[in-house]
T-cell receptor
Framework: DAKTTQPPSMDCAEGRAANLPCNHS???????VYWYRQIHSQGPQYIIH???NNETNEMASLIITEDRKSSTLILPHATLRDTAVYYC????????????FGKGTLLTVNP | DTEVTQTPKHLVMGMTNKKSLKCEQH?????MYWYKQKAKKPPELMFV???????INESVPSRFSPECPNSSLLNLHLHALQPEDSALYLC???????????????FGAGSRLTVL
């Protein structure tokens, strides 16, 4: 599975869009990009995933570059409750039972 | 029901005790997982069950013994633990049945274990 690289921390103002980058330059064609987040002392929460196309759901949007080497998670209107560690994970469809978490990005939303 | 329920939320045990962590889901998921998370670290995969059979053991010490009595329940039996085993233990489940499609995990809130 491809290694992902994320900034260790980011800040965002409440009400503004939070754009979290993820680099996965060695991703292969059958590897999905998943985003999970973990609010302090809670279990991780699934946010969104994608393979090739951009995706949007009620929580966020996922923008994957055309070469698939990087992606951006967008929280359109960040709130204080979005403060969490955000994990970007690339894993193939055939072995995605081994979801391996990296260090993630600590997003702090400020009032 | 879209939740994974873990009990107990907190557990304190001595090194000679035997205790169990319990995980339950009623989403019809056929894959269940145990993760361990130390403070300020990401979760680490321990075990994966698929259709009630153990499919992955990430070289976990034998003092941790998983059990999947049916498709809704997952237990983690603990015996002769060490203080360094103190951590948040997370259970998760997914619909995944071994195909090549996406596999989304639903996590419980975790059981916080302290070994004295």
């Amino acid at each position: 599975d491809a290694k992902t690289t994320q900034p260790p921390s980011m800040d965002c103002a409440e009400g503004r869009a939070a754009n979290l980058p993820c680099n996965h330059s060695t991703i292969s064609g059958n590897e999905y990009v998943y985003w999970y987040r973990q609010i302090h002392s809670q279990g991780p929460q699934y946010i969104i995933h994608g393979l090739k196309n951009n995706e949007t759901n009620e929580m966020a949007s996922l923008i994957i570059t055309e070469d698939r080497k990087s992606s951006t998670l967008i929280l359109p209107h960040a709130t204080l409750r979005d403060t969490a560690v955000y994990y970007c994970i690339a894993v193939s469809g055939g072995s995605n039972y081994k979801l391996t978490f990296g260090k993630g990005t600590l997003l702090t939303v400020n009032p | 029901d879209t939740e994974v329920t873990q009990t107990p939320k907190h557990l304190v045990m001595g090194m000679t005790n035997k205790k169990s962590l319990k995980c339950e889901q009623h989403m019809g998921h056929r894959a269940m997982y145990w993760y361990k998370q130390k403070a300020k670290k990401p979760p680490e995969l321990m075990f994966v069950y698929s259709y009630e059979k153990l499919s992955i053991n990430e070289s976990v010490p034998s003092r941790f013994s998983p059990e999947c009595p049916n498709s809704s329940l997952l237990n983690l039996h603990l015996h002769a633990l060490q203080p360094e085993d103190s951590a948040l233990y997370l259970c998760a489940s997914s619909r995944w049945t071994g195909g090549s499609g996406a596999n989304v995990l639903t996590f419980g809130a975790g059981s916080r274990l302290t070994v004295l």
